[in-house]
């Protein structure tokens, strides 16, 4: 049995390396605006909306709005996909995607809004099109 | 303020329940005679529980807003299903359900625990203890400061759905029969009774890997149907968090069959046992202590209870890990004949190494937020971490799953196994082939589904020849093994070739989405039975045409936009429509829309707009009672200095919901013309419309636009192969279910000496299909 028991050992310790090595390279931070403007790769960067700045092309379908921090400092995310529902309610924004051009190009928004609804969904996901979240 | 029948019968199951504990503790150091005792104690628990339980529903059902938790997710206007689950639609509420059916579970426990009762029920009780204490902090019986509301917030309408109803109780159960397990694992440490608790202990395991498997399927199933995001399983943390215990369950039921087969690994079970129940643990505590609440699609709030839940997760951790650690070197082994490695001894190994370390990973990808934050930046993984690490260990498990059937414990040739799964080889590559002609061409995906086919196909013999002994019954293991197979084939399809594309839909036009067309026709207006939907024609050539409905309507209590998709299912094919973005488009108009908030001034070419006071007439609204004037005073300066006054009139009929506003002409401009179009009297804005103001008249044209609608369209193949899988899976979790749980009545009515002294027998219950004593050359 003792072949067995190495046997799945040493499957196992080359799984959850496999796994954290998958961990490293999907890891995306959670940066302010400054950081993020300096990072590679997928970042995820929270703000609240600033409402005036929402604009929504409905040729290219792209949504573009900017980001305000605590410190008043501002950011442009541009997402290909529709506005949100409750997009003008939310009280802040996730944006998950890569800073590219000056801006952040979302590939997926969470939306927090205020809610009655203690513990439920407050909050929404949307992934920027084609590909709505995919399950595997 | 308390609702104190409520409160009494909380808290008298606390201390019901501590008075249980301890009295079967003085049972355990020799007091026989307090036995009886201890089961009534036990009994006083359970009612306890149950009343607590009964009196929360009593009140939701009678309406009683005065209670905060009532309040919080109840409404006069939810049918009584909606009504019903409300129970379960809050923390306290939960975890009451929890206990709900451990307390009734427990009344099965002391019965099949027999001599190992006192222990037993000591540990059982105690995993359900610290949750009442939380219940008593936290009590859902709090009341409001009067007045009583005469209405309540209502349910999220996200969760009134009927897969909603039924899948917290059914995940609850799951979680409270996984104590089981453990309690039996934490007594069997404790008293050295290595052996007699697998029996015992197997049939809840089984409840547990059938009910939590139920529910994590409904949870996807209602995402698929009712969020429109178009996949089932998103890796959320709150669905990982109820797969991690599933699959740990899983390891563990594979676990206890072969230490009853082998007489062996004791200690991996046992390891198993306490795994599976702190992974429940741990996840009831990041997705309700508020830790994650930056990271999930969800939000969890904080209720206070974060400190209690690190409390009750540390001390059964510590306990498991300590007594584990304590008792690591009395644990008997087996030393006797090592079975080869191609045996199915070790093949249940590698599945349940393979188990523990998915589930293990999956962990470590739900918990990045915590385990980052210790290193500085706290940070996500992508879900495309999931997707990478899930399809290696998915294909270890199905091969090992395809392998098992005609392998025995002790092993088997090289060529013994190749000879047994040569036919199923030929329809493994046969399907792969088929799937290749139809489209199906990438490697990975076709690796994987010639190992999903060969494990189905082999089991399916399994059964068959099991059936054919007249032992379907034993069959359990195989059928399971069948549904994964399909249920991966399902997965890997439907992942892997799904095609999603958005598209415009401007009314009556139709628009071709490769062999699809489809033809947005109108909104359905909604009823008091019928939600607002959206109806589009779609054509394709297998069809001629059909209506397809996906809902888009506004809730009326919250504002908020409520999105369901159309599914139109076949058995080969989902055609998925997801509205995204209704546009009820506008006619051509000239002018220039501007926001005028009380105080502020916007300037146009150089002419200011000051919007000086908005009044709503009260005089005007006493006297007609039916109608609401709005006076708009402008001031506006143009560039040479001047000043001129102006006041523009709004009046809105409540009962047609009209408004009437005339438009004015502006002092000061020779063409210039005014219109409110929209006011918000409490914030003191008004949408006005200006026309004549601008100096190029081409910024005052507003292109008209058509009425549109924006969907998601996604072919999924095969995804019914999903749904399939796991009911057969299911069934056959059922059918082990079934026989496991005969046993165990049949080893506590034979008595429990027998049992020990069966359980040390060589006899394998659960043998090989074909049993196989040659070693393996390579063992």
């Known amino acids: 049995m003792k072949k067995g028991y190495w046997f799945a050992a040493v499957l196992t310790l080359a799984f959850v390396g496999f796994g954290l090595t998958a961990f490293q390279k999907t890891l995306t931070p959670y940066l302010s605006f400054e950081e993020a403007r300096k990072a590679r790769g997928v970042v995820q960067v929270m703000g609240a909306l600033d409402k005036e700045s929402d604009r929504y092309d409905n040729k290219s379908e792209e949504l573009s709005f900017d980001l305000l921090d605590p410190n008043g400092h501002r950011m442009q995310v541009v997402y290909r996909g529709v506005r949100p529902g409750n997009f003008k309610d939310a009280i802040s924004i996730v944006a998950i995607g890569r800073f590219s051009q000056g801006r952040i190009e979302a590939e997926k928004l969470l939306v927090k809004c205020p809610s009655k609804y203690q513990g439920a969904e407050v909050e929404k996901a949307y992934a920027s099109s084609p590909a709505p979240g995919k399950a595997s | 303020m308390y609702v104190w029948p409520g409160v009494i019968a909380i808290w008298s199951s606390l201390f019901a329940g501590l008075a249980a504990a301890v009295t079967y503790l003085l049972v355990d150091r020799g007091r026989k005679e307090l036995l009886a005792l201890a089961r009534t104690l036990y009994t006083a628990f359970m009612v306890s529980v149950v009343a607590s339980a009964a009196i929360l529903m009593t009140l939701l059902l009678q309406h009683r807003f005065d209670v905060s938790y009532v309040n919080s997710y109840s409404a006069l206007d939810l049918p009584l299903h909606y009504l019903i689950s409300t129970f379960w639609a809050g923390q306290e509420g939960s975890f009451l359900l929890w206990c709900f059916w451990g307390s009734i579970i427990g009344l099965f426990v002391w019965r099949t625990a ?66 089981v397990p453990f309690s039996f694992a934490i007594a069997a440490l404790w008293k050295k009774r290595w052996d007699g608790w697998i029996t015992r202990a197997l049939p809840w395991a089984l409840l547990t890997f059938l009910t939590l498997g139920t529910a994590i399927l409904m949870g996807g199933y209602w995402a698929y149907k009712t969020l429109g995001w178009g996949g089932y399983w998103g890796w959320d943390p709150v669905e990982n968090t109820s797969l991690v215990p599933w699959l740990f369950t899983t390891a563990l039921v594979h676990g206890m069959f072969l230490q009853r087969a082998r007489k062996r690994h004791r200690k991996v079970n046992l390891l198993l046992a306490c795994t599976a129940y702190a992974a429940i643990l741990y996840g009831t505590f990041l997705t309700r202590s508020g830790v994650l609440a930056d990271f999930s699609v969800h939000s969890f709030i904080d209720l206070g209870i974060t400190g209690w839940l690190v409390g009750i997760l540390g001390t059964f951790i510590g306990l498991s890990a300590v007594l584990i650690a304590w008792r690591w070197r009395s644990i008997p082994r087996t030393e006797d004949e090592e079975p080869a490695l191609l045996s199915r001894s070790v093949f249940f190994i590698l599945g349940i190494a393979v188990f523990c370390a998915l589930a293990t990973v999956i962990l470590l990808g739900t918990s990045a937020p915590i385990l980052t934050r210790l290193g500085g930046t706290p940070s996500q993984v992508q879900t495309t971490f999931y997707g990478k690490t899930t399809t290696p260990a998915g294909f270890l498990l199905v091969l090992l799953a395809g392998l098992v059937p005609f392998v025995g414990w002790k092993g088997e040739t090289g ?28 490697p990975e995906t076709l690796v994987l589904l010639f190992a999903a086919f060969f494990a189905a196909d082999m089991n399916l013999r399994a059964v068959i020849r099991k059936a054919g002994n007249g032992k379907l019954g034993g069959a359990g293991g195989y059928l399971a093994h069948v549904g994964v197979g399909i249920m991966l084939a399902g997965i890997v399809v439907s992942g892997a070739y799904a095609v999603s594309q958005r598209v415009t839909l401007p009314l009556n036009v139709p628009k071709k989405l490769g062999d699809t067309t489809l033809t947005f026709l109108r909104v359905v207006p909604g009823s008091a039975d019928r939600k607002q939907a959206m109806e589009i024609r779609v054509e394709t050539p297998k069809e001629k045409s059909f209506y397809a409905y996906p809902k888009m309507y506004e809730n009326t209590r919250t504002g908020q936009l409520m999105v369901n998709p159309s599914i139109r299912n076949s058995a080969t094919m989902d055609l998925y429509i997801a509205p995204q973005q209704y546009d009820p488009g506008q006619p051509q108009v000239v002018g220039r829309d501007v926001s005028l908030k009380k105080g502020t001034t916007t300037s146009i070419d150089g002419t200011g707009f000051t919007l000086k006071d908005l009044n709503a007439d009260r005089a005007a609204m006493m006297s007609g009672g039916n109608t609401i004037l709005v006076l708009a005073d402008l001031i506006i300066t143009p560039p040479d200095g001047t000043s001129h006054d102006a006041t523009i009139k709004y009046v809105f009929n409540l009962t047609t919901q009209e408004a009437d506003a005339p438009e004015i002409a502006l002092p000061g401009y020779p063409n210039a013309k005014a219109r409110i179009l929209a006011v918000s009297p409490n914030d003191g804005a008004a949408i006005v419309r200006l026309t004549g103001v601008s100096k190029n008249p081409n910024e005052e044209f507003q292109a008209a636009t058509v009425e549109s609608l924006s969907v998601d369209v996604t072919h999924k193949p095969l995804i019914a192969l999903v749904w399939g899988g796991f009911y057969v899976m299911m069934a056959g979790g059922l059918l082990a279910f079934l026989k496991r749980a005969g046993e165990a009545r049949r080893a506590v009515l034979e008595g429990s000496a027998r049992e020990e002294a069966r359980s040390e027998s060589p006899v394998a219950p659960t043998g090989p299909v074909m049993p196989a004593h040659t070693r393996s050359p390579l063992g």
């Not at chain 2, 359900?128 to 309408?157: E, H, M, R, W, Y």
């Not at chain 2, 196994?417 to 002609?437: E, I, N, Y």
């Open chain 2, 114 to 179: 027999k001599e190992q009762e006192a222990p037993v029920m000591v540990v059982y009780l105690s995993t359900f203890l610290g949750i009442i204490a939380i219940l008593c902090k936290q009590s859902p019986f709090k009341l409001l400061p009067p007045p009583a509301p005469v209405d309540g917030t209502g349910l999220n309408p996200l969760l009134q759905d009927p897969w909603m109803v039924i899948h917290p109780p059914v995940m609850f159960l799951g979680f409270a029969s996984l104590s």
């Open chain 2, 415 to 442: 060529s013994a196994l190749f000879k047994s799964s040569r036919r199923s080889l030929v329809v493994a590559a046969v399907l792969t082939l088929a799937a290749f002609g139809l489209g199906a061409n990438k």
